[in-house]
């Protein structure tokens, strides 16, 4: 069975200080990996897709790598508006309907 | 682009009634659309998957004949929540994948309070 666990569940930074999130996934054949970012009341929010070991992406502060067994989401220098749920989600090439396994998320908070 | 809406983004209906929910996709052709729904702190977990002008594929636990889904264009999928009842209250999430594509974008979501 599909597997996402994200941690840590709830992380504190002070603004500009610099960290991971973390998101361990067990897949039978992985089509894609998914970040999204969900603030509180609204849907999720594309980010990244990832599909091969060693793929890394970049966005403004943020910077999505993935291996085998893991993927990080690199958060550098963040600003307040940084602050919001960040969820990530697999997809398995044995789903022909494209469905997404999503992890519990990780709760940020940057503080000024 | 690939804009997705929802309609109402929240409703308060009496017990017993029913509701319904409507997932645009503005700016694109969406072949496949989801339905999701996500209590307070979880996560979002897959309720029924809808393909335009076929019949949708639910998830393991969810009743098809209590919540309704139709998908009758390649823009637009609607979620009726038939003889809700409390226990229905939830924030339900459609999105949208683009044709070719393996990303879904999301809606804003719809909050459902069930009296």
């Known amino acids: 069975e599909d597997q996402v666990t994200q941690s840590p569940e709830a992380l504190r930074l002070q603004e500009g200080e610099s960290s991971s999130l973390n998101c361990s996934y067990t897949v039978s054949g992985l089509r894609g990996l998914f970040w999204y970012r969900q603030d509180p009341g609204k849907g999720p929010e594309f980010l990244f897709t990832?599909?091969?070991a060693g793929e890394e992406k970049e966005k403004e502060r943020l910077k999505a790598t993935l291996t085998k067994k893991e993927s990080f989401l690199h958060i550098t220098a963040p600003k307040p508006e940084d602050s919001a749920t960040y969820l990530c989600a697999v997809q398995a090439n044995s789903n022909s309907g494209y469905a997404l396994n999503f992890g519990k998320g990780t709760s940020l908070l940057v503080t000024p | 682009g690939a804009v997705v809406s929802q309609h109402p983004s929240w409703v308060i209906c009496k017990s017993g009634t029913s509701v319904k929910i409507e997932c645009r996709s503005l700016d694109f052709q969406a072949t496949t659309m989801f339905w999701y729904r996500q209590f307070p702190k979880q996560s979002l977990m897959l309720m029924a998957t809808s393909n335009e002008g076929s019949k949708a594929t639910y998830e393991q636990g969810v009743e098809k004949d209590k919540f309704l889904i139709n998908h009758a264009s390649l823009t637009l999928s609607t979620l009726t929540v038939t003889s809700a009842h409390p226990e229905d209250s939830s924030f339900y999430i459609c999105?949208?994948?683009?044709?070719?594509?393996?990303?879904?974008?999301f809606g804003p979501g719809t909050r459902l309070l069930v009296l």
């Open positions: 990832l599909y091969s």
């Open positions: 999105s949208a994948r683009l044709v070719q594509k393996e990303t879904q974008y």
